[in-house]
């Protein structure tokens, strides 16, 4: 038998089992496993027959962990169609910034006016995004993850924002990204002016999100 454990914030559990249990019900059909939620500790236990691919139960757990980083259950059922993955950045380990006002400007950021700057990394990088407390969740093929999270990456460490954009479109153009990691060279100057409200990092979140 398979077995994950995987926690995710309390407030995300209501979302993770839905109306009903409906959207519990429903990643247990498309995986093939069974999810075990414990809400003292707010733990996810993710559990499948020997006889079951483990790769269902490994997708079910992703889609927990999605949605606990703030994706909507309809946004975090992409994990289920082909070459899907999901990755998380953490904000404070990429920018060096802990402080709860450097966080909420990070996230600012991120986001942009109006959802717009989070958007244009979604066109151009093909994955979707959700920007939830300190950490950054995409969804993408191999290819799209790796456009997008070096996006984010140059936009928290201060590149402005038509520079990051238009890198991620050269990008996508190519179809090719270079190998070496990305430095503030790569997108202009560092210096960024800060866009946005930092409760826009509430758009992708299902009701009861924080």
Same mark, same amino acid.
């Given at each position: 038998?398979?077995?994950?454990?995987?926690?995710?914030?309390?407030?995300?559990?209501?979302?993770?089992?839905?109306?009903?249990?409906?959207? $519990?019900?429903?990643?247990?059909?498309?995986?093939?496993?069974?999810?075990?939620?414990?809400?003292? &500790?707010?733990?996810?236990?993710?559990?499948?027959?020997?006889?079951?691919?483990?790769? +269902?139960?490994?997708?079910?757990?992703?889609?927990? /962990?999605?949605?606990?980083?703030?994706?909507?259950?309809?946004?975090?059922?992409?994990?289920?169609? +082909?070459?899907?993955?999901?990755? #998380?950045? &953490?904000?404070?380990? #990429?920018?060096?910034?802990?402080? $709860?006002?450097?966080? %909420?400007?990070?996230?600012?950021?991120? #986001?942009?006016?109006?959802?717009?700057? %989070?958007?244009?990394?979604?066109?151009?990088? +093909?994955?979707?995004?959700?920007?939830?407390?300190?950490?950054?969740?995409?969804?993408?093929?191999?290819?799209?993850? &790796?456009?997008?999270? %070096?996006? #984010?990456?140059? /936009?928290?460490?201060?590149?402005?924002?038509?520079?990051?954009?238009?890198? /991620?479109?050269?990008?996508?153009?190519?179809?090719?990204?270079?190998?070496?990691?990305?430095?503030?060279?790569?997108?202009?100057?560092?210096?960024?002016?800060?866009?946005?409200?930092?409760?826009? &990092? %509430? /758009?992708?979140?299902?009701?009861?999100?924080?």
């Amino acid at each position: 038998m398979t077995e994950i454990f995987v926690r995710i914030p309390e407030e995300r559990i209501a979302v993770l089992i839905g109306t009903g249990g409906a959207v $519990k019900k429903a990643v247990e059909l498309k995986s093939g496993s069974k999810l075990l939620v414990n809400r003292e &500790d707010n733990s996810i236990l993710v559990t499948s027959p020997p006889e079951n691919d483990p790769w +269902g139960a490994m997708k079910a757990r992703d889609v927990a /962990l999605a949605i606990g980083r703030g994706f909507s259950p309809e946004r975090a059922f992409r994990l289920f169609r +082909g070459e899907q993955y999901l990755t #998380i950045l &953490d904000m404070k380990e #990429i920018s060096g910034k802990r402080t $709860k006002d450097a966080l %909420r400007r990070l996230r600012a950021r991120l #986001i942009g006016e109006h959802g717009r700057a %989070r958007e244009r990394v979604e066109e151009l990088s +093909g994955c979707s995004v959700s920007i939830y407390g300190s950490s950054v969740a995409l969804i993408g093929t191999a290819e799209q993850l &790796d456009r997008g999270a %070096r996006g #984010i990456k140059l /936009l928290l460490h201060g590149s402005e924002h038509g520079a990051v954009f238009s890198y /991620l479109e050269r990008a996508r153009q190519r179809s090719i990204i270079a190998p070496e990691e990305p430095t503030l060279s790569d997108a202009g100057d560092a210096e960024g002016d800060v866009e946005g409200d930092a409760e826009g &990092d %509430r /758009l992708d979140l299902s009701p009861p999100g924080p």
